[in-house]
């Protein structure tokens, strides 16, 4: 919506201001000040970013990341991908207070995932009932497999079935062929729709 | 959201119907000049292109009026006038789009037949030249409708990945036209994008 600058001539200039950019941003995610990620999901390009948000009563979580500098163990599907120095590789945790009931999920890839060796491109999202798994883990549940993760592609999953308090790892999908490496790119956008109970 | 005349008593008019415009159309797309060739401006009116943001994500819509413009009667070729003249109705850059991740097409009115003969089968394509005209081939299929489109029907390309500078083609889904005309038919493409993370 456009708002010219003589259209609110009865408006103090500061206050036009501030209508002026509510107007022109309506974005309703916020960065989520506090890290919801573990020591060993940070890659070198960028550390994971959670942004979340309540429109309409659902709530949109989004979590940000680069898998640059990311290790892959390889050969084991359901494993969890992360720094090869190790550190809690989990990407979030499954709050339902804060998510709400989580009913959609989305990972939508920005940048195809390649590296050296044989990196997989075929990542999921896995869900697993400890935060304290690095690189290499076993991530019992796998919530969102992209079976080869490419660029400008979605994957949905309209009943993820999340359990609470849950913790979400990138985890290696069903491609064996994998060997061990490091990223050296890959960005993936996953976006979690919720709504909280009814009262 | 309703807003009482009174309730804004203090403002001046121009105020307040800027706020009331405000809270009963919180509209974020904006019409923006679009791109498109001269085959592809029907009757009714031309291609018409809304773009806006939203928690970063970019959302572009191309409206497309049938009316006036024609098929050929052969699957994969571009629909447009029958006089010629190149028919995109848009290009893909990553400038504008975004990574597209997802498009939708919307058809809010079921095309009709001004002249005989013509196809529902509508897919949307893409192609890297701009100079394709009606009754040409357009290269790649974006989204297929795979039957006849109509009004209140959706299509949804979760996986698009789209060629950067590519344009964007209506094209016949079948053969089962012959140089027919269309009298009406309204569709909406929808497209999603976001731009690449940074830190």
Known sequence: MNVKDNAMPGVETKVR??????????????????????????????????????????????????????????????????LEAGGAAYIGEYDVAKYGVVYRIEIICLETPAGGDTCTADLSLGAEDVGTNEVGGAVDDTVLNTAGAAVGCTYITN????????????????????????????????????????? | MTISNHDMSVLDTSTKKVLTDLF???????????????????TYMEPRTYRGELNGHIINEIHVDLTGLANAGTDTYAIGLSTGGYCYIGRHTLATHGIVYRIEMI?????????????????????????????????????????????????????PALTTNDYFYLAEGDSAGTTGKYGGGQVIIRMFGHQALTA
Request: glycine share 12%; proline share 4%.
């Open chain 1, 159 to 199: 009943t993820p079935g999340l359990t609470a308090d849950d913790y979400f790892y990138i985890t290696e999908g069903a491609d064996a062929a994998a060997d061990t490496g490091t990223y050296t790119a890959g960005q993936l956008l996953f976006r979690f729709y919720g709504h909280a109970v009814l009262a």
């Open chain 2, 24 to 42: 009963a159309k919180p509209n974020f797309l904006e019409q923006v000049p679009g791109t498109f060739g001269p085959g592809a401006v029907g």
């Open chain 1, 17 to 82: 201001k501030t209508l002026k950019n509510l107007l022109t941003n309506p974005d309703f995610l916020e960065r989520v000040p506090t890290t919801e990620h573990g020591a060993g999901a940070v890659g070198t390009a960028m550390a994971p970013k959670t942004l979340r948000g309540t429109m309409n009563n659902t709530i949109v979580t989004e979590i940000h990341v680069d898998l640059t500098g990311l290790y892959i163990t390889g050969t084991t599907t359901k494993t969890a991908i992360g």
């Open chain 2, 107 to 159: 058809w809010v009115e079921t095309p009709t037949q001004a002249t005989a003969t013509y196809t529902l089968d509508i897919d949307l394509r893409a192609e890297d030249g701009a100079d394709i005209s009606y009754g040409e081939v357009a290269d790649d299929s974006v989204l297929a409708a795979g039957g006849s489109v109509g009004i209140g029907k959706t299509y949804i390309d979760n996986v």
